[in-house]
């Protein structure tokens, strides 16, 4: 079992020093791992050469009869895939156990997105002064004009925004960069917050992971970075004032919302990739589906033909 931890453990290290995986993805990773580690050991096998396609078979089943939901099992048979081909990549087996190791078949579901009006309404209701209004609002902005993830827009340093050109610089998953470019209202709102704004926020302070708290672009009341959770709990507070579902709203639907309606202006999709900093296309691609999805919606509500009943049809 030791040899069996040792070989988990460097493949955890493989992925962070030479693949620069996401903290939670290989903490992810090393539950699932744990998980298979034990199994194993249960089946008798204390040694990574000792293992076959016959103890991964048991551990999907064994992933199954636990109850897991289908997602879960994914993810887990997905670590123990990627560990077997590492165990292959060193040498340590001769072929690779996870061949043919089946998974469970997901349905895709299709990203919850805004409508233009519920962000319009979003917009209005952020203060267009004072520090936290001007600091909401420029968040807000770029959250939905640049398509950012959450982690990304706290974690920007005020060196990330070329405000000449109206470009922000982003890193992204396994710290891949991309340049991504930002409307008029976004660099306005941007302008607002550090000029009238963010002074107010300002304290000195002692470096803090690598990088003190007062280069980040946006701050906190108490001087520090912002955090996720700071803006997921004001972004669900506005969606309370304004009427909608707080349930429908947070920093990822709003990416979403920014991915669709720049395919549904007749972006090209590869230009969509690019600012979304997606790996690969085909994850990109939903959006054609969401937007195919909200053509569909359109015609049923104001087609004559539509499916929307006689009598309830707009003008």
Not at 34 to 41: M, T, V
Not at 192 to 200: V, Y
Not at 260 to 270: C, I, Q
């Amino acid at each position: 079992m030791v040899e069996l931890t040792a070989s988990i453990d460097r493949f955890l290290s493989h992925v962070v020093v030479e693949r620069g995986l996401a903290r939670n993805t290989v903490e992810a990773y090393a539950r699932d791992l744990a998980r298979l580690a034990g199994h194993l050991e249960r089946s008798g096998v204390a040694t990574p050469e000792a293992i076959r396609p016959a103890h991964l078979r048991s551990f999907a089943e064994a992933l199954a009869a636990d109850g897991l939901a289908p997602a879960s099992r994914v993810r887990s048979l997905v670590a123990a895939r990627r560990f077997a081909r590492h165990l292959v990549a060193r040498g340590v087996l001769a072929s690779d156990p996870s061949e043919g190791l089946l998974a469970p078949r997901l349905g895709r579901r299709l990203p919850r997105v805004l409508q233009a009006a519920e962000i319009e309404a979003l917009l209005a209701a952020t203060p267009a002064a004072g520090a936290l209004g001007l600091r909401d609002r420029a968040m807000l902005e770029m959250l939905y004009a640049a398509g950012l993830r959450v982690s990304e827009l706290v974690g920007l340093p005020l060196g990330a925004v070329d405000r000449r050109s109206g470009l922000v610089r982003v890193v992204g998953k396994g710290g891949r960069t991309r340049i991504v470019p930002l409307g008029e209202p976004a660099l306005a709102a941007l302008e607002a917050w550090l000029a009238d704004g963010r002074p107010a926020f300002t304290r000195p302070r002692a470096p803090r992971s690598g990088r003190s708290a007062s280069d980040a672009v946006f701050l906190s009341q108490r001087g520090a970075a912002m955090t996720r959770q700071n803006f997921f709990v004001r972004l669900r507070a506005l969606a309370r004032q304004v009427g909608i579902p707080a349930e429908r709203v947070s920093p990822h639907v709003l990416r979403h919302s920014f991915a669709t309606d720049l395919l549904e202006g007749g972006a090209d999709l590869r230009a969509v990739q690019a600012m979304l900093g997606h790996a690969d296309l085909a994850t990109t691609q939903i959006y054609t589906h969401v937007s195919r999805q909200r053509l569909r919606e359109t015609v049923e509500r104001r087609h004559p033909r539509g499916a929307k009943p006689s009598g309830q049809r707009e003008s």
